[in-house]
């Protein structure tokens, strides 16, 4: 069964915690992207990694890292230099030039206590 | 990337059909139409996308005027699990220049499919 699993559903984070987001693919997709949705409002790019063992900051990476050491994985840390991280946060991949539709996990909800 | 326009609301009667607009006036030659839409609380589902023809796939048609400066998503069959945020999204095709595959999702349409 192909497609993208984000866990966990969701995620507590205390105060000055790291705590790291797991996104897997298994469809073989060459670019994998991280969004953040804030209650009401759009999509916004933290990090996209276009091929293994690259990555690029988004708009918004400031508070947050990313590693891509398999082309399956995706993982995306949020730093406790995130003051604001309560959010959906949702992982994509795209297969690659010329292919430009990007196909998205059911995301994961993190929550400050 | 082109800026869109959409209603932020819209009703439809389960089992009619459902025209989500779309202005892109702005919208540049090399930029394609692309719709997804987002059911409350998942990630967002690809449903089309198109450059200057008409496209149709299992789930919806997209309809593309010649001027290329709207679109209308047509769900000719609207169910109840069709209630989401819908989201037209101008790009322009290729991975590379600056927009590097980021997708800059809007307000977008809430529609409401109702019994």
């Known amino acids: 069964d192909g497609g993208i699993t984000q866990s966990p559903k969701y995620l507590f984070r205390k105060e000055g915690q790291n705590v790291t987001l797991s996104c897997e693919q298994n469809l073989n997709h060459d670019a994998m992207y991280w969004y953040r949705q804030d209650p009401g409002q759009g999509l916004r790019l933290i990090y996209y990694s276009q091929i293994v063992n690259d990555f690029q900051k988004g708009d918004i990476a400031e508070g947050y890292s990313v590693s891509r050491e398999k082309k399956e994985s995706f993982p995306l840390t949020v730093t406790s230099a995130q003051k604001n991280p309560t959010a959906f946060y949702l992982c994509?991949?795209?297969?690659?030039?010329?292919?430009?539709?990007?196909?998205f996990g059911p995301g994961t909800r993190l929550l400050v206590l | 990337d082109a800026k869109t326009t959409q209603p932020p609301s819209m009703d439809c009667a389960e089992g009619r059909a459902a025209n989500l607009p779309c202005n892109h006036s702005?919208?540049?030659?090399?930029?394609?139409v692309y719709w997804y839409r987002q059911i409350h609380s998942q990630g967002p589902q690809y449903i089309i996308h198109?450059?200057?023809n008409n496209e149709t796939n299992e789930m919806a048609s997209l309809i593309i005027t010649e001027d290329r400066k709207s679109s209308t998503l047509i769900l000719p069959h609207a169910t109840l699990r069709d209630t989401a945020v819908y989201y037209c999204i101008v790009r322009v095709g290729g991975a590379g220049g600056t927009s590097y595959g980021k997708l800059t999702f809007g307000q977008g349409t809430i529609l409401t499919v109702h019994p």
């Open positions: 702005t919208i540049s030659g090399n930029e394609y």
């Open positions: 198109g450059l200057k």
């Open positions: 994509a991949s795209r297969p690659g030039y010329p292919q430009e539709t990007q196909y």
